[in-house]
């Protein structure tokens, strides 16, 4: 039914105030869980170094009596380091915006370092779990990722010349291989390798497509369907090892062809002093605000014997 003769209607109105939510509404992901998984220390050079250290091999013990000990061979540490690499981010506000009434912030350059801030931590996660990269100390540096350190406990692909890095101290990078299906017998072979090395893992890493692969494995947790509620449990976040239960989460950032396999404890994010998402004003150069985010790391491969991978998985 058509409205009255000479009803004023919205469209003819002037002055009607807008509608506009008070609510900013951001679907990308920012949930960071290897970041989130390791540990952090403080870096007080560039080049950030730690030392690992072996004990003789188990052998059969027996001394006579009285007799004089004699001296054995000492094994040395070995010492190890990766690169601080600087990773940034920049917000640019002018006066203008800033000054003028905004929906859903009370602060154009606060909520503008806030984005800056968690675009840069997802970048943090992909360059240190979801990137194959040696450490370099010309500028611009790069710290060693996670798969230039992993080369004890593996399983690869047999064809396509794939390979652990040439050697585990972040100085080399894994050469892919072709690809096979993740299984539950690769899995295990990598667990039982990482526990024979010495490792307690506690953490499985993988991205979508081998996530929904694992949750059929038989050492999951059993699907269960609530009747009270009417919901079907079918989701894995446990696995029940012969060496352990695993913490098991997706990761949006690492590669999809990775399934890493870590002892969290011997992993950390090391920050040089004073440069841990740090917001720096940048000098003014006309009627606008400058804001430098930045992060500068290293990732700190505590005893990459700890942990291993499953690398070379089918993606499809």
């Not at 992993?150 to 690869?156: A, R, V």
């Not at 976040?237 to 695993?246: I, N, Q, T």
């Amino acid at each position: 039914m058509a409205a009255p003769t000479n009803t004023f209607l919205t469209s003819a109105a002037i002055g009607n105030r807008e509608d506009l939510s008070d609510m900013i509404y951001r679907i990308d992901p920012t949930d960071t869980p290897l970041m989130s998984a390791v540990e952090t220390e403080k870096a007080t050079a560039v080049n950030h170094e730690w030392q690992t250290q072996a004990l003789a091999a188990a052998a059969a013990n027996s001394q006579a009596e009285g007799n004089d000990f004699a001296g054995v061979a000492v094994t040395p540490t070995v010492r190890l380091g990766n690169i601080a690499q600087i990773s940034a981010k920049y917000a640019v506000v002018s006066g203008t915006q800033q000054a003028v009434d905004h929906a859903g912030r009370d602060n154009e350059m606060a909520y503008q370092e806030m984005l800056k801030g968690l675009e840069l931590k997802r970048d943090m996660e992909f360059i240190l779990f979801g990137s194959n990269t040696a450490k370099a100390s010309t500028d611009p540096r790069s710290t060693a990722s996670i798969l230039s350190w992993i080369k004890t406990n593996t399983s690869k692909g047999t064809a396509g010349g794939a390979a652990d890095p040439a050697t585990a101290d972040g100085a080399a990078t894994r050469t892919d291989g072709t690809q096979l299906a993740f299984t539950e017998a690769r899995l295990k072979t990598v667990l039982s390798a990482i526990w024979t090395a010495g490792g307690k893992p506690n953490l499985i890493s993988t991205g979508a497509f081998n996530k929904q692969v694992f949750s059929t494995f038989t050492g999951r947790s059993t699907p269960m369907e609530q009747a009270s509620s009417k919901k079907i449990v079918a989701s894995v976040d446990a696995y029940e090892s012969d060496f352990g239960k695993l913490k098991v989460v997706p990761d949006r950032f690492q590669r999809a062809r990775d399934v890493l396999v870590l002892e969290t404890e011997k992993w950390a994010i090391a920050y040089l002093n004073g440069r841990k998402f740090v917001s720096i004003p940048v000098a003014k150069t006309g009627d606008n605000e400058k804001r430098q985010i930045l992060s500068e790391y290293a990732l700190v491969a505590r005893n990459e014997k700890s942990s291993g991978g499953v690398f070379d998985n089918t993606t499809s």
